[in-house]
């Protein structure tokens, strides 16, 4: 042990081990993402998910559900024809109309609950939170299921990233932290970059190598007392973490100024526009799922209370998802991709069928919509309905859970799976809760 402390056959000194120690560090923290994959029941598929999140709760009325025989009361927008006859969308989605059979939207979507915390929960986990700790997941959130049971499509990449930074209600809860997301800033900013995927300066690849084995070095006393296997692993997770540092690959998927400056125009020089761009980025190079949040300027909670806008805040934010979507369907298209990639759109509820007095919508758990795209399933269709005024299912009543199964399936994860919580006791996946069967088939 002495001896790795004063000189090895490169010369790496006392000063010097100090100094990659920082990076050492770096690449235990990186390691934990690998081991994410190397423990996952892989399915032989390279199947992934973008997740767009409309943080907030949009309106139904205002986006993908209009009402364009409802009372005036309920319609403050025009709406517009879209690619699939019959079907309206309202007047500020005119880029996804026209390409509106790419969809399916359902529209018979609910829970019943108004609360942003409580919702957001089940959304993300297919289960009510009744012991509702703020910002912490009392069950799995889907990313970490996917980390946990498929992993990464590639080597060295991560199987769950958050675009941008964290979500709330995203964690692994009893799954355990290393099924967390990797959070990622945002892509927009001009100085964007992702940390620990760029060495230290003046550490070059074989300082990295040495590095290793320094780490070897350290460990291989333990190894002898090991009975469950943990440190022969340990060899694997570190090289798939330097991989993620001094890997091309995975630097290249996160380098988003790589791209055409025209086609990130077209995605939209915003957050929420260059984060589907870099979604798209990441699950061509092997990333699984990719949970993008749609928090530009403002979130979707369009109450017209003091700190926000009304419902004029979707003259706003629907250019935006308009573009950015859009864009996201149209490249995944042309790159050969839609058929593997399932793009998915919903918030945590959707909103009350009047204009309130402050000139906005409330919050309504009752009825909302949601759209999917890709996959290679079924779409260009209508999946259930709302009542004449959007307020509640009308047929085809579809939860949470239904939406996560509907990922499941599509990523070839069983539904049946048990995981331990914290107690000990077997906790099933999902409550309940079944595939979409209209998407599918």
């Known amino acids: 042990m002495l001896d790795l402390l004063s000189t090895d056959s490169k010369g790496i000194g006392r000063r010097e081990f100090l100094r990659i120690g ?55 927008f025009d709406s517009i024809e879209t690619a699939m006859p019959g079907v309206r969308v309202t007047e500020f989605f005119p880029r996804l109309a026209a390409i509106f059979d790419e969809f399916s939207v359902v529209r018979s979507l609910h829970h019943g609950d108004g609360s942003h915390n409580h919702s957001v929960h089940w959304m993300q986990t297919g289960r009510y939170p009744d012991k509702l700790v703020f910002g912490q997941n009392q069950f799995p959130a889907s990313g970490t299921v996917i980390s946990k049971y498929r992993g990464a499509n590639a080597r060295g ?28 800033p945002d892509p927009n900013k001009p100085d964007f970059h992702v940390p620990n995927l760029k060495p230290i300066e003046g550490i070059t690849t074989n300082r990295l190598d040495d590095r290793l ?25 570190q090289a798939a973490a330097q991989d993620m540092i001094s890997g091309p690959v995975v630097r290249r998927a996160f380098d988003i100024s790589g791209e055409d400056p025209r086609l990130r125009d077209r995605y939209g020089r915003t957050r929420l526009g ?85 000139a906005g919508r409330d919050h309504w758990g009752n009825v909302f919509t949601a759209l999917f795209a890709g996959g290679g399933l079924r779409h260009g269709q209508v999946i259930g309905s709302s009542d004449a005024k959007g307020a509640l299912p009308l047929d085809r009543p579809l939860g949470p859970a239904d939406l996560l ?37």
């Open 22 to 76: 920082s990076l050492a560090a770096g690449g235990v923290t990186l390691a934990d993402l690998c081991r994410r994959r190397a423990m996952a029941d892989h399915v032989p598929r390279d199947s992934a998910v973008i997740q767009v999140f409309l943080c907030g709760g949009p309106s139904q009325h205002d986006t993908f559900d209009p009402k364009p025989l409802a009372p005036m009361e309920c319609r403050p």
């Open 157 to 184: 990449l991560p199987p769950n990233v958050a675009i941008p930074d964290g979500f709330y209600y995203s964690t692994a809860a009893y799954l355990g932290s290393r099924y967390d997301p990797l959070e990622i």
């Open 213 to 237: 084995r320094i780490l070897q070095g350290l460990d291989r006393y333990r190894r002898d007392v090991d009975t469950h296997g943990q440190f022969a692993a340990m060899d694997a997770f």
């Open 274 to 358: 260059q984060g589907c761009l870099l979604a798209r980025r990441l699950v061509e190079a092997g990333v699984t799922f990719v949970n993008v949040k749609d928090y530009e300027f403002f979130e979707w909670d369009l109450h017209g209370t003091v700190g926000g806008p009304g419902i004029e805040g979707t003259k706003t934010k629907g250019p935006h998802l308009d573009m950015a979507l859009s864009s996201l369907i149209l490249d995944l298209k042309q790159r050969g991709l839609l058929n593997r990639v399932l793009v998915q759109v919903f918030g945590e509820f959707g909103r009350t069928t009047n204009i309130n007095t402050t």
């Open 405 to 441: 199964a509907t990922m499941y399936r599509f990523l070839g994860i069983s539904t049946d799976i048990s995981a331990t919580d914290f107690s000990g006791r077997p906790i099933p996946l999902l409550p309940g809760g079944e595939p979409i069967r209209e998407m599918f088939g």
